[in-house]
């Protein structure tokens, strides 16, 4: 099958005061010494990636004192040209939301709600073509999935996540195009597995080793699937599937407990 591009726009946010200062998921240890500049570096390669492919990529000053700051999917969710604001599970992250609600009433959004119940903007929600798949369990409240769809007026599809290390639901599933999707069934109830299984007969399974490669953690413009190049069973998978798998190395920021899919929110019109 052959797939087709189309140019997306992202926003992200420069790793300038990254660092693992607190832990917040079983990936960080505060102990283990972080390179900010060789963060900056690798976070640059992928931004200019993502320029190379034709999306355009916009991105939110940092902060001092918010080193989770780059991953940017955290910070809200962009529908319809309609933004929800994030509100953060962890105190450590929660000013981060006040940086992208700025941000969006600054660039012309008009339709701009910072959320009552928590969520952790695309970390937990992510848009399938005419679904949203809808994650719980660690971070999201399963209370603003209907936020979420009184907000935006669609339906959600909740799933509900059960490994600490996959805490988001975009650390366990990878949306490639409008019909399909890529997982980590493991990380999952029976219930929302026996749901995705229904859903996605074809979905590409991760193994274990590729999950903890963070390859999940994908953005994918319906052709072109950047992922940690270390998932290298993915990348094959990826490829009899006749997409175009393009690995990076993000090892800094893995750190932290993220890889691209964290780094890179989706604006959609
Ligand atoms: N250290 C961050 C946290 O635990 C990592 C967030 C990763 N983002 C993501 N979309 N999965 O909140």
Redesign the pocket.
């Known amino acids: 099958m052959r797939r087709a591009a189309t140019a997306r726009h992202y926003l992200m946010v420069r790793p300038t005061y990254f660092d693992v200062e607190y832990s917040?998921?079983p990936w960080?240890d505060p102990q283990k010494p972080t390179f900010t500049e060789l963060a900056v570096a690798q976070w640059e390669w992928l931004r200019d990636l993502f320029g190379e492919l034709g999306h355009t990529v916009e991105s939110v000053e940092p902060r001092a004192g918010l080193p989770?700051m780059v991953?940017s999917?955290?910070g809200a969710t962009v529908l319809n040209g309609k933004v929800l604001v994030a509100r953060f599970r962890h105190t450590h992250?929660s000013q981060e939301s006040d940086a992208y609600l700025e941000w969006f009433r600054q660039n012309g959004y008009r339709d701009v709600r910072q959320a009552q119940w928590i969520n952790?903007g695309?970390?937990d929600y992510l848009v399938a073509g005419r679904h949203v798949l809808a994650g719980s369990g660690f971070r999201t409240n399963v209370r603003a999935h209907d936020e979420f769809e009184e907000y935006f007026g669609v339906p959600v599809i909740g799933l509900t996540l059960i490994d600490p290390r996959y805490?988001?639901l975009?650390?366990a599933l990878a949306v490639l195009g409008d019909e399909s999707i890529m997982y980590y069934p493991e990380a999952f109830t029976a219930e929302s597995r026996e749901l995705l299984e229904e859903l996605y007969p074809d979905a590409i399974l991760a193994c274990d080793g590729d999950a903890e490669a963070f390859g999940l953690?994908a953005v994918s413009d319906g052709e072109h699937v950047v992922l940690p190049q270390a998932a290298t069973g993915l990348m094959a998978q990826l490829r009899e599937h006749g997409f175009d798998p393009i690995g990076v190395d993000l090892s800094e920021l893995l750190k932290?407990?993220?890889s691209v899919?964290?780094c890179t929110l989706e604006l959609r019109a």
């Open positions: 917040i998921n960080m989770d991953f999917a955290n992250r952790e695309e970390g805490y988001h975009d650390t953690n932290a407990g993220g899919k964290c």
